[in-house]
C-alpha cells in the first residue's frame, strides 16, 4: 500500500512532441504528490509538485494532472526538448518520507 | 551554498570490507536522508535524522548498515562488512523541515561497487 507504480518505463518523444508519465497509489494518507528530475550523474531534484486538493498545477511546459478518486496523477511536458531527456520520478509523502515510483527514462529526439 | 556534499564519489572495495560514505548537509538544514538507489529496487529511504537524532531507520537493510550524525554538518553511512549486492547509488538529501514546502536537496551520490 505504500507503493507508487509508474509507468511507462521509458518513453521517446520526438522534439516538440507531448511526454505524458503516469502513476497510480492506494494509500490514501499520502498527502503530497512531487516530481523529481534526475540527470545522469545527478541526484534527484525536484521539478514539480501537488497538493491532492488540487486537480492541476502548471509551471512553464509542465503540468500535473490529478485524479484524487481514481488515485492516479500524471506530468505532462509541453513542447518537449532534448534537455528534457532525463529519468522522472513520481512520488507521494507520508509521515515526513517520500515514497517514489520506479522511474521513467525520457529520450527527446531531435 | 554548495549544496549536498558527498564523498567520495566513486567507491570499488572488495566483499567483506568496511565502506564508509559521507555526507555534509547545507548549513542550516535539520533533516537529513539517506537513499539507496538501484535498477531493481529504485529509490529507498534508509534512514532519516531531525537535528542530529536518527528519527526512522526503518528502511535500513539489516545489521551490516550503520548511519550516524556526529554533529549538523556531518553524517556518515557505513556497510561492515560489504556485500556484492550492496553495490547501488547511495545519496544522502537534506531539508529544511518536512513540510510540503520543504524540498529535499539531493546530493551527487556515491557509486558503490563490491566486487
Known amino acids: 500500500q505504500q507503493q507508487v507504480k509508474q509507468s511507462p518505463q521509458s518513453l521517446i518523444v520526438q522534439k516538440g512532441g507531448i511526454s505524458i508519465i503516469n502513476c497510480a497509489y492506494e494509500?490514501?494518507?499520502?498527502?503530497?504528490f512531487p516530481w523529481y528530475q534526475q540527470f545522469p550523474g545527478k541526484g534527484p531534484a525536484l521539478l514539480i509538485a501537488?497538493?491532492?486538493?488540487?486537480s492541476e498545477k502548471k509551471e512553464g511546459r509542465f503540468t500535473i494532472s490529478f485524479n484524487k478518486s481514481a488515485k492516479q496523477f500524471s506530468l505532462h511536458i509541453m513542447d518537449s526538448q532534448p534537455g528534457d531527456s532525463a529519468t522522472y520520478f513520481c512520488?507521494?509523502?507520508?509521515?515526513?518520507?517520500?515514497?517514489f515510483g520506479s522511474g521513467t527514462r525520457l529520450s527527446i529526439r531531435p | 551554498d554548495a549544496g549536498v556534499i558527498q564523498s567520495p564519489r566513486h567507491e570499488v572495495t572488495e566483499m567483506g570490507q568496511e565502506v564508509t560514505l559521507r555526507c555534509k548537509p547545507i548549513?542550516?538544514?535539520?533533516?537529513l536522508f539517506w537513499y539507496r538507489q538501484t535498477m531493481m529496487r529504485g529509490l529507498e529511504l534508509l534512514i532519516y535524522?531531525?537535528?542530529?537524532?536518527?528519527?526512522?531507520d526503518s528502511g535500513m537493510p539489516e545489521d551490516r548498515f550503520s548511519a550516524k550524525m556526529p554533529n549538523a554538518s556531518f553524517s556518515t553511512l557505513k556497510i561492515q562488512p560489504s556485500e556484492p549486492r550492496d553495490s547501488a547509488v547511495y545519496f544522502c538529501?537534506?531539508?529544511?523541515?518536512?513540510?510540503?514546502?520543504?524540498?529535499?536537496?539531493f546530493g551527487p551520490g556515491t557509486r558503490l561497487t563490491v566486487l
Open positions: 538529501a537534506s531539508s529544511l523541515g518536512t513540510q510540503h514546502t520543504d524540498t529535499q536537496y
Open positions: 494509500n490514501t494518507a499520502f498527502d503530497y
Open positions: 501537488i497538493r491532492p486538493d488540487v
Open positions: 512520488a507521494a509523502t507520508v509521515s515526513s518520507k517520500i515514497i
Open positions: 548549513s542550516g538544514h535539520d533533516y
Open positions: 535524522f531531525n537535528n542530529n537524532v536518527p528519527i526512522d
